[in-house]
Each structure stands twice: as C-alpha cells, then as structure tokens.
C-alpha cells in the first residue's frame, strides 16, 4: 500500500478481517513457513478463483468466459486449496 494513502486502508482492513474469518481461524498455524503458505494459497484463490459480486461474480484476475455452456459431472473436476477449506470447479482436461 503507498505511503498517505488513508483512502485504501479501509480495503487493507477489510481483507485483513476476511483472511482471518474465512481462512486462519479455521487452523492452527504451526509456524511462519505454514502461515505465509495459508495466506498465499488464500490470497491466490481470492483474486482468481473466488466469485466477486462487484464484477459480475466474476474473479477480479481473470479470463473471460467466451460463452456458457451446460457441463455433465464426468467433465467438471473440483480442486481444493488451503487444507480443503475452499473448492473450486474447473472443466476437465479432455
């Protein structure tokens, strides 16, 4: 965050709490290596993954879909993250 700048700590300390209620309180941190690699996995999955409302439900790091189209179950593999606190969906590899 660059330095007088008031306006963005609100975003800080918003995503501080969100880090902490959806992801540290739901383990116990054994260490600094274990800690940085929770909230990087979280960090990762919150700016790429994760559906935001402000931009259509969309990730805010992401491709656009070209069209949607109906997936059966046999092509949609789910990959989890942070210990298997967050899934995510993805298409199959053909």
């Given at each position: 965050?660059?330095?007088?700048?008031?306006?963005?700590?609100?975003?800080?300390?918003?995503?501080?709490?969100?880090?902490?209620?959806?992801?540290?309180?739901r383990?116990?941190?054994?260490?600094?290596?274990?800690?940085?690699?929770?909230?990087?996995?979280?960090?990762?999955?919150?700016?790429?993954?994760?559906?935001?409302?402000?931009?259509?439900?969309?990730?805010?790091?992401?491709?656009?879909?070209?069209?949607?189209?109906k997936?059966?179950m046999?092509?949609?593999?789910?990959?989890?993250?942070?210990?298997?606190?967050?899934?995510?969906?993805?298409?199959?590899?053909?």
């Amino acid at each position: 965050m660059p330095k007088a700048s008031p306006n963005l700590n609100d975003r800080c300390e918003r995503f501080i709490e969100t880090i902490k209620l959806q992801c540290l309180n739901r383990f116990i941190v054994s260490g600094k290596r274990h800690l940085y690699y929770l909230t990087a996995e979280f960090t990762s999955h919150y700016n790429t993954r994760r559906a935001h409302m402000e931009s259509d439900h969309l990730p805010p790091v992401r491709e656009e879909p070209e069209e949607v189209e109906k997936l059966k179950m046999d092509q949609i593999e789910v990959k989890s993250y942070v210990g298997g606190l967050v899934k995510s969906f993805e298409r199959r590899a053909a």
